[in-house]
């Protein structure tokens, strides 16, 4: 498997990015999809509304929210994305991009955490 990384959406894209792909919901205030360099938006690996808005400013609820996402990654809408995450891995570097505030705690880094546990 290739290097899998995360970046905030709002840093400037890098020549070792590889493939850039957007696993938020919900497309980043404030950027241009030029100016994200955005190569792919795969919606349906982020986590729903329902959870992302019940742990939104509970970093101390992290455990928990890793838990529950893995579970919401096992449905079929998710598979499919993981499965072309899988894919473009095969290929080359790839770049998870997320919008969140908190560099250390986000759905970039539990995608991240889960995919190389997997």
């Not at 890793?66 to 790839?94: F, I, K, T």
Request: zero cysteines; hydrophobic letters at 45%; proline letters at 4%.
């Amino acid at each position: 498997m290739s290097v899998l990384a995360i970046k905030r959406v709002y840093d400037a894209p890098g020549a070792g990015d590889g493939v850039r792909i957007l696993v938020d919901r919900l497309w980043p205030r404030g950027i241009s999809k030029d100016k994200a360099g955005i190569d792919l938006w795969l919606k349906d690996i982020a986590p729903s509304d329902a959870l992302r808005k019940r742990f939104h400013g509970h970093p101390e609820d992290w455990e928990e929210f890793r838990a529950a996402y893995a579970v919401e990654l096992q449905g079929d809408a998710a598979q499919a994305a993981v499965a072309d995450l899988h894919e473009r891995l095969r290929d080359g570097p790839v770049t998870l991009l997320y919008a969140a505030r908190d560099e250390a705690r986000n759905n970039a880094v539990a995608l991240k955490m889960w995919v190389e546990a997997g």
